[in-house]
């Protein structure tokens, strides 16, 4: 058959593929046939964008389309729904090893070969997304972006509406299990934020399978997509082809009974903030599914991201930057809330202030640089001092801790070893004042008692050192 007359009358950059339909009606090789001039060229030579798109870069006739890009099982499935079933596809799409965006179509082409079908695969080419073509979907798949989305921003709080979404996603894919996963490629760690599932596994929940161990599987993810926008394994050819590429992911999966599954990373601004991963879903939706969570996955990294940014925003608002403990506002903020009522009040709570003698003649004979060094130390000191307990400081030179499950002889242990440091003068030496709530409930007399003591401690200081009193 003769496509370069079809071929010629594209004004697209387009070709012909071919699919082979074997007689239990799976697919064989894929092969592109022809490709109009435009095609060709984008293949032999570097378009506009300095895009290498090809493998190769000799365009031979009906090749195995392997031999200019990585096997894609995602590409694969669009052409045998076209070329075999006949439909009429389109999406769009940002594939990772690109820095564009391709608008895809997939159009049928009639075959005199019952074993061989044909499509015409066309595409152009975008820098940024285009909200129109992302917008451009069917009815069903917009009600339940649409639905995502409201779910996503209409909870009492991100976690809520979190598993709203992910309860949601899972449902409407009719599938076992949908969770989604953070990454942090960088400290090597991931975490599960969100389940939903109907059945649990053979190997029990899903918390005992991601482990610090199974980031050792995720850092495998990116491979396996290899550039494409998501992993989507619907059949056993599916899985064949994830056994030559990622054996150890195969084997897990099998050991977990998986039949299906699909895999959409989660990126913003170039960086993978973490995956939404779809297990035992309904095959025959597979197109409605992929169109679904190709846009839906575009909001959850969004508000993934945002949601992150506002955590940091909140510890750097709460964190004293050049100690490296909890600020004032932090302090108040957990005064307010046990006076409040909205932390439950700890038992046999105490309260621990900590000012530091002499920083001003530190600062005064050495310099603030030996100064901010002198507050680093005590700061690490009382950390280390009261493991697992929150150290604020409460202003320049002055520290407040809030001490809680600890007995009474180990209680008075550290405070003996903070004061033992005031024993050297030329190091890091402390003011100390403490007092135990005592059931009282009443964390300000806590404080005001402590502040007391401390102040009482530090006229004993200056007494023996009379040298470093303020001047």
Known sequence: MNFKQLLDSFDSVTCIMSVEKKPDGSYGDIRIVDGNQMYIDSIERNDDTNTDIAKEKVFVPNSLYTKYFPL???????????????????????????????????????????????????????????????????????????????????????????????????????????????????????????????????????????????????????????GSDLLMLKSEKDMEALKARNPVWYESLKQYDTKTLVLFPLNYNGETKGYIWVTEFDANDAIKIRETLELTTYFISYAIANYQLLNRLEIMSTLDLLSGVKNRNAMNNRVNALVDGKENYPENLRIVFADLNGLKQVNDTEGHIAGDLLIKNAAFILQETFIGNDVYRAGGDEFAVFVVGMSDDEFENKIAKLKSYSESPEGVSFAVGYCNDEGRNDVRYAMSTADEKMYADKEEYYKRYPERRHK
């Open 72 to 226: 894609d099982l995602n590409f694969e499935d669009f052409c045998y729904r076209s070329a075999i079933k006949k439909e009429v596809l389109h999406t769009y799409v940002h594939p990772e090893r690109f820095d564009i965006w391709f608008n895809l179509f997939f159009t049928p082409i009639k075959s005199d070969d019952e074993n061989i079908g044909y499509c015409a695969y066309t595409y152009t080419i975008t820098l940024n997304a285009d909200s129109k073509l992302m917008s451009d979907i069917p009815l069903e798949t917009a009600s339940n972006v649409l639905q995502a989305c409201i779910k996503l921003y209409s909870g009492s709080d991100f976690q809520t509406s979190i598993n709203d979404v992910t309860a949601h996603i899972r449902q409407l894919c009719n599938a076992n299990r949908c969770c989604i996963l953070l990454t942090d490629f960088n400290a090597g760690m991931c975490r599960l934020l969100s389940d939903d599932h109907v059945i649990e596994g053979p190997q029990g929940p899903i918390t005992s399978i991601i482990t610090p161990e199974f980031f050792d599987i995720v850092q495998t993810w990116p491979a396996t997509i290899d």
